[in-house]
């Protein structure tokens, strides 16, 4: 079995990827039509073939409906650089390419292994020169960061059909990386995964005027055996609309909802009224646009110069760090605590005005931090959201939390 082969099976949320795009090219749209032939759909079309004609409209309405609703809320912003992730088989792309924005399509290698040659055989030249398809891993700030290169702008993060699919520990690690590159561009995150899913009852009540309990569950099994994947088992899904958002608010977020839809166009699959029928059904679904809190971080000049004030006295160390604590600055902080006359009983470090730790600032924490005979008398003070994401992303915060000795600014 080939590399690819082994991708899918680890993978196999990329089939519900392919049911999305043949969605949209049964709605009518374009650029979907485009990229169905070289995306090897046989298998998917054919479970399509099989459901009733009006299903089949339920879906392509409900998709595309959808689809517009992430575009006009990416396209009202004014972030130069959209980021897409996942980007499915989605035609996206091409929406962004046409409004001159830069666009990164992030998704898992068996997705982009398709996707990128099938964008390139059928998007316009000018088009090419905004898109960039690339494998990453949703949950692993270096990846993201690698993928986007050298990059200026601020960021338009869209998440569509993803969070639904990740476990508790994985939704976290992916707000840390969003919030890390938000950290360092600007801009902002939107989705509207926790409740967006309800498009397809809310128009399928419409459009068969039936009861949708029979239908919620009917789509949900046919999810879960496409995916092969258990559904909606995190925070963003399990504790409300109201723990929801308290959630993202403790990853740092500042969460500004609204009702999906003002987003939603007119629609090629059903004629006007029927559209305006949809769009007063969707007024009680919500999209959420995520920005950073405002922090010490926000405030400080972030070139800042390096500087490191320290004392000692009865036993007591107190040191406070500016700027940048990595690789060349390091030995300074270190040269510090060993300069000190004599052991120290008490450690407590400032750093409200650090803009970044590395590997080699956090080897002299925790040099420092197993010279104290009392672990609990090590402190660290005025921890902005930059250094938290980068304590919490390589596991040091939870050394010192054992401890309650890490306060927030």
Request: hydrophobic residues 40%; proline residues 3%; negative net charge.
């Amino acid at each position: 079995m080939d590399l690819k082969e082994l991708q899918k099976i680890v993978n196999p949320i990329y089939t519900t990827a392919k049911g999305t795009v043949m969605t949209l090219a049964v709605s009518g749209d374009k650029n979907a039509i485009a990229l169905c032939p070289y995306l090897e759909l046989e298998d998917i079309q054919k479970g399509n073939q099989a459901l009733p004609e009006i299903i089949r409209k339920v879906y392509a309405t409900a998709q595309e409906a959808r689809f517009k609703i992430y575009n006009n809320a990416v396209l009202r912003r004014n972030e130069p650089v959209v980021v897409d992730l996942p980007s499915g088989y989605s035609p996206r792309g091409f929406v962004m390419a046409d409004a001159k924005r830069i666009y990164y399509g992030f998704d898992l290698p068996s997705v982009i292994d398709l996707m990128k040659p099938a964008a390139a055989k059928t998007m316009t030249e000018e088009q090419k020169r905004y898109v960039t398809y690339a494998a990453v891993d949703a949950t692993n700030y270096d990846s993201l960061r690698n993928a986007l290169g050298d990059i200026k702008g601020e960021l338009c993060i869209v998440t569509e059909g993803l969070l639904g699919y990740f476990s508790e520990s994985e939704l976290i690690s992916m707000c840390q990386a969003v919030n890390r590159l938000l950290s360092e561009f600007g801009g902002c995150w939107i989705t509207a995964d926790a409740g967006i899913l309800k498009i397809y009852s809310a128009v399928y009540s419409i459009l068969v005027n039936s009861d949708t309990a029979a239908f919620d569950e009917s789509m949900k099994g046919h999810a879960t055996r496409m995916s092969d994947a258990a559904f909606y088992q995190n925070s963003l899904f399990t504790k409300g609309n109201e723990g929801a958002v308290s959630f993202l608010q403790q990853q740092g977020f500042t969460v500004k909802s609204e009702s999906v839809s003002s987003y939603i166009s007119d629609l090629r699959t059903v004629d006007s009224d029927t559209t305006e029928r949809i769009v007063n059904v969707c007024k009680n679904m919500d999209i959420w646009t995520m920005t950073l809190e405002k922090s010490t971080a926000d405030q400080m000049d972030p070139n800042l110069p390096f500087a490191v004030e320290s004392n000692f006295a009865d036993g007591s160390f107190f040191v406070s760090v500016q700027g940048r604590l990595d690789t060349m600055t390091a030995p300074e902080l270190l040269k510090k605590f060993q300069e000190i006359p004599e052991k120290a009983e008490e450690i407590t470090i400032d750093v409200s005005r650090m803009a970044y730790v590395s590997s080699a600032g956090l080897r002299v924490f925790l040099m420092m931090y197993k010279s104290l005979g009392d672990k609990s008398r090590f402190k660290m003070i005025g921890v902005n959201e930059v250094v938290r994401e980068i304590l919490e992303t390589t596991g040091f915060d939870q050394l010192l939390l054992c401890y309650s000795i890490i306060t927030l600014c």
